[in-house]
């Protein structure tokens, strides 16, 4: 007779066999799913659609007591973590058995267990599969104090087993009877070798490579045997899979059979899966995969997903996804940053270099023989005079415009070169346009008349010319207008910078005064013209607020005034405070009084930047290079796609536990 806490089994019942539980006709009391696990056993049979089936009960016993083993050694060693794991909440009460096994081991369902103990073990399986069959499981021998429910000399079915009288409360394990030393060894040989110490293994990339790229493959294995067991398809897929099986070689099968086997047996002789080529394994496997960083990364997460459950499975490919798209995102970035790196920035032109440039075209437009034939001129300024005459004039605006038609036709005895027409129209302006009023207006129509006769002709070099005048007067004028901000703010001893440069360049863009506007303006000048004016948030927040603090303003003198001498409302600061509370203030009122100086002045400075650029954004982008322009499609080619297959399996193969499959 064998000892006791040896193997179980299933009784052999006299009933018919359809009245006996699944798992006692399965010979599979522990109600083992059919997978790469179950048929690795010795006895293995075939499947009942979803179960395993075993030729005999000792087969069913080595399973269930090799698949708890495996559970020790993966560090599930409490009575929850092992039922959470082998009956997952999603399809059972895993409460209930949980409640149910401790109650039969006589230990609280989280205190921890040797797993390694072959008593343990045997005193789990058997009140788990009394759990899975709904009725105590005969041991094959001897039985636990608890789980005496012999059949007699008679027998008896199952049923009748069940129907018994209920048996008495458990005792703790630590007091079962002691088991015989032959007894011990033959769990243990059911349950497997104790485990290495990981420690004493030595890592192999190549051992890890293997099982991280062929992860994919079993789980997708695994999810489809669950899917078409028991149905036409999955008859199919197993006679095809029977007929691959015998063209391969052995070695190869028993992989595919057992591949977590095969990696135990590694273990046995100190070889362990190395984690990095586990990772690189991991990419390899679901780098294939097509489609958008999302999808890239939700499929390769589905594929790494060792969950049983659509759920689980779902989540995983939710994580991946979310990986795969943050991967994209930082390649993106990187990609960006790099390019710029290499990029070649746009020369800019300063003030003094655009007017060089000025006076260089127009000297080659006046070689060029360009010239304004004298009748053009004459029909021009006659056509003016009669503007005058004809206009609703003050008596002093009408002075003006004839004193500037005599100029102007004295300049008319003969053909005027374009140098001689731009001075024109700078005289009308310093005459005319800029005394305001009617006089401003006449000269205005003035100085439109000479650009429409300009603007008539098709010259390349005229239009270049011109272009970069009217760069360097706009230019010229924000310079101007930033200049006097700055005496007015110094003017204020060292005052807001910004909010004078505000005041000086709004008449630029002041729609109710158009005559003050900036002529020409572009549309991106325009735009940067009304960020000058407006200020952004934080200048604005930093200049009132240091505008309540600064001494040098209104606002700060009359706080320093409250906090030095109480104001009236209080007893006024003493000792170390006197000096501590001003000399704060005073730092944090200039400290944000010249952020908000120094952020307005940086928007001037790009609008003159731009001005001088010609008006467009687009100028002031950086060139590609060759070198850019190669980094730009080798990061497109190869790291976009390797940071989604690089992040996918880092979140999901994080989330997926690798457990064995019940």
Aim: proline share 7%; aromatic share 4%.
């Amino acid at each position: 007779m064998s000892g006791p806490w040896e193997d179980y089994a299933p009784a052999r019942a006299q009933a018919p066999a359809q009245r006996q539980p699944r798992g006692i006709r399965n010979n599979n009391p522990g109600n083992i799913e059919d997978g790469n696990f179950a048929r690795s056993i010795p006895g293995y049979k075939g499947t009942d659609g979803r179960f395993a089936v075993y030729d005999s009960p000792e087969a069913g016993n080595a399973a269930h007591a090799t698949l708890l083993g495996s559970y020790g050694r993966r560090g599930l060693n409490t009575v929850d973590g092992v039922v959470g794991r082998w009956a997952p909440s999603s399809e059972n009460n895993t409460g209930a058995y949980a409640r149910f096994v401790a109650q039969r081991l006589g230990v609280d369902p989280t205190a921890p267990l040797d797993m390694n103990d072959p008593k343990v073990l045997s005193s789990m399986a058997a009140a788990m599969a009394e759990h899975e069959n709904g009725q105590p499981v005969t041991m094959s021998g001897d039985t636990p104090p608890w789980m005496d429910y012999s059949q007699g000399a008679s027998g008896g079915s199952p049923a009748a087993v069940a129907s018994q009288s209920a048996p008495q409360a458990p005792p703790m394990l630590n007091a079962a009877p002691a088991a015989p030393q032959a007894t011990m060894a033959g769990m243990q040989a059911l349950a497997g070798p104790a485990p290495p110490d990981p420690s004493t293994l030595k890592a192999d990339d190549g051992l890890g490579f293997l099982k991280g790229v062929t992860a994919p493959v079993f789980n997708v294995s695994g999810h489809l045997q669950r899917g078409v067991t028991g149905t036409g398809v999955g008859d199919a897929m197993a006679n095809m899979g029977a007929g691959l099986r015998d063209k391969l070689p052995g070695g190869l099968v028993d992989f595919i059979d057992n591949p977590q086997g095969y990696f135990d047996a590694q273990a046995a002789k100190g070889v362990r899966p190395g984690k990095v080529g586990e990772f690189v394994g991991n990419v390899a496997g679901t780098a294939w995969v097509p489609g958008a960083p999302l999808v890239q990364g939700a499929v390769g997460g589905a594929l790494l997903s060792d969950k049983t459950d659509a759920g689980g499975v779902l989540k995983d490919a939710a994580i991946g996804g979310a990986a795969g798209r943050a991967g994209a995102f930082v390649s993106d970035l990187a990609t960006t940053g790099v390019g710029k790196l290499l990029s070649k920035a746009p020369k800019v032109m300063d003030l003094p270099a655009l007017e060089a440039a000025k006076k260089a075209a127009y000297k080659a437009v006046d070689d060029s023989g360009f010239i304004i034939p004298k009748a053009s001129v004459s029909g021009m300024v006659d056509d003016f005079a009669k503007t005058v005459q004809s206009s609703a004039l003050s008596k002093s605006a009408k002075d003006d415009a004839a004193s500037i038609i005599q100029y102007a036709r004295s300049l008319t005895k003969g053909d005027l070169t374009l140098s001689q027409l731009e001075k024109l129209r700078g005289d009308i302006y310093e005459a005319m346009v800029k005394k305001g009023g009617d006089t401003g207006r006449i000269g205005a129509q003035f100085r439109a008349k000479i650009d429409g006769v300009i603007d008539g002709v098709d010259n390349g070099l005229v239009r270049t010319a011109r272009d970069l005048n009217a760069r360097l007067k706009k230019a010229d004028l924000v310079k101007r207008s930033s200049q006097s901000a700055d005496i007015r703010a110094e003017k204020d001893y060292g005052g807001d910078y910004g909010r004078k440069v505000k005041d000086r360049v709004f008449p630029l863009i002041d729609p109710a005064n158009p005559n003050r506007n900036l002529r020409g303006a572009t549309p991106d000048e325009v735009a940067a013209l009304t960020k000058v004016v407006t200020g952004t948030k934080a200048q604005n927040l930093a200049s009132t607020v240091g505008g309540m603090l600064d001494p040098r303003r209104l606002g700060g003198k009359i706080l320093s005034g409250i906090t030095t001498t109480g104001g009236g409302a209080g007893a006024p600061l003493t000792g170390g405070l006197s000096l501590l509370v001003p000399a704060l203030q005073m730092g944090a009122g200039f400290g944000l009084t010249g952020y908000a100086s120094k952020t307005a002045r940086n928007s001037v400075d790009d609008l003159i930047r731009l001005i001088a650029a010609g008006g467009s954004k687009q100028a002031l982008k950086r060139a590609p290079t060759p070198a850019s322009l190669a980094t730009q499609e080798a990061m497109d080619r190869f790291a976009r796609p390797l940071a989604v297959a690089v992040s996918a399996p880092s979140l999901a193969a994080a989330r997926a536990k690798d457990r064995p499959k019940r």
